[in-house]
């Protein structure tokens, strides 16, 4: 029997909001130790749970998304586990949005007795993770980790070609990158958002290059004026002035930035001192620039992107998730706690559909939620009608947004 988010969240209404975070030692050890303190669990799970663990950048410049991913999952554990029934055991190691740390932290994962991944929250670390998950037949749906690199078996959107095989036990809960850009590119055009249009990008980063790909492919097919295209590596992106000088020379109207918000807050910053206002377009990296450390939010006012999520949504889902994330956390919950909620409960539903018990190997488990998740539909806090495809890419449909008054606002 199907389970929807809609019908749990009704039970899960009446329960009280359990929270509490345990902090632990440090999980970039080699060496697997079962009885290692998780970073972040569930707190006091039943015995005979089955074992999901995450990885995560719970500390460093990324660490925004992962704690959002963190603390998503975690209110989503913890009311199912207040339903009764199956049970689960919730624990989320940090990587620091590095990839030979999240291979040990999905070790250190392994060492405790994970049955089923979380993934790690950031592309570039995805990619490394899913490898090994793949080779351990250990079941894998990331929140957020959307490069194409980490399903593998996906078409290059330039080429066509298959580039890397397909993981089968590998699925996303977020748009995968060639989405990301080919819809950001249909919007701007649907919408009619700039004549003159720039682009910059990370080009030593796996996510912003396969938006920025898919995202130029879509662009000549619709015929978008494109009048710039610059880029940026980790090492160059605290000065952006050669690339908005650019952009402003050649009197780009819109910029598409397919990046995560720590670059776009230095963007936005540098593009006030010299002058430069042009439209700003986004895509889900974006989510989580109004909590940047020092960042001025006035500057991001009128900054346009495309989220599955909208927190200020009426429904009571998203409702009943924002209260309990902000009494938990102090903050509104972005796309990327929103995303971590989705997979909890989608493979809860596909554990519970697949008569899945504690005592199964991993193995077993993966192929019973392969087997669900290839013909299940779901309907969950970013999306209605969620399906997967083999290539274990999720459809569900964006949401164009707006930042206004410091708050995200729907745009359709």
């Not at 598409?256 to 010299?274: C, G, K, V």
Request: glycine content about 10%; some cysteine.
């Amino acid at each position: 029997m199907k389970k929807t988010l809609a019908l749990l969240l009704a039970v899960c209404m009446m329960v009280a909001m359990l929270a509490g975070c345990a902090n632990g030692d440090d999980p970039s050890t080699t060496t697997p130790t079962p009885d290692a303190n998780p970073t972040d669990s569930v707190d006091n799970p039943a015995a005979g749970a089955i074992k999901i663990g995450g990885v995560g950048p719970l500390t460093g410049g990324a660490a925004i998304y992962g704690n959002a991913a963190a603390n998503g999952a975690k209110i989503a554990a913890e009311e199912i586990n207040a339903l009764g029934g199956l049970q689960l055991d919730l624990r989320y190691e940090d990587d620091a949005h590095d990839a030979e740390k999240s291979v040990n932290a999905y070790n250190t994962l392994k060492g405790w007795g994970m049955q089923v991944f979380l993934g790690s929250v950031t592309s570039t670390p995805g990619v490394a993770t899913s490898v090994e998950a793949n080779a351990d037949h250990m079941f894998y749906l990331t929140p957020s980790a959307s490069s194409t690199d980490v399903l593998g078996g996906v078409a290059n959107p330039l080429t066509g070609t298959v580039d890397i095989e397909r993981k089968d036990n590998v699925f996303q809960m977020c748009f995968v990158d060639p989405n990301q850009g080919s819809a950001s590119a249909q919007y701007i055009a649907d919408q009619s958002l700039g004549s003159k249009i720039a682009v910059i990008y990370k080009n030593d980063d796996v996510y912003s290059t396969g938006v920025y790909n898919s995202f130029d492919a879509k662009a000549k097919e619709l015929g978008l004026n494109v009048v710039s295209v610059t880029t940026f590596t980790e090492d160059t992106k605290t000065d952006f002035s050669v690339q908005l000088g650019d952009a402003k020379a050649k009197e780009a109207d819109l910029v598409f930035l397919p990046m995560y918000y720590d670059a776009a807050a230095l963007i936005f910053t540098q593009a006030n001192a010299m002058g430069y206002a042009p439209k700003w377009f986004g895509i889900d990296g974006m989510d989580g620039i109004l909590g940047v450390e020092g960042f001025d939010t006035s500057l991001a006012e009128g900054v346009m992107l495309l989220t599955p999520f909208n927190a200020d949504a009426e429904d009571d889902a998203t409702q009943s998730f924002v209260a309990k994330y902000k009494a938990a956390y102090g903050e509104t919950p972005n796309q990327f706690a929103a995303d971590a909620y989705d997979c909890v409960y989608a493979i809860y539903a596909a554990l519970s559909n697949a008569g899945v018990t504690a005592d199964m190997s991993a193995s077993d488990i993966c192929d019973a939620l392969i087997g669900q998740f290839t013909s299940m539909t779901f309907d969950g806090l970013t999306g209605e009608g969620m399906t997967w495809d083999a290539s274990g890419a999720v459809t569900k449909s964006p949401k164009g947004m707006v930042i206004q008054n410091g708050a995200y606002v729907g745009m359709d």
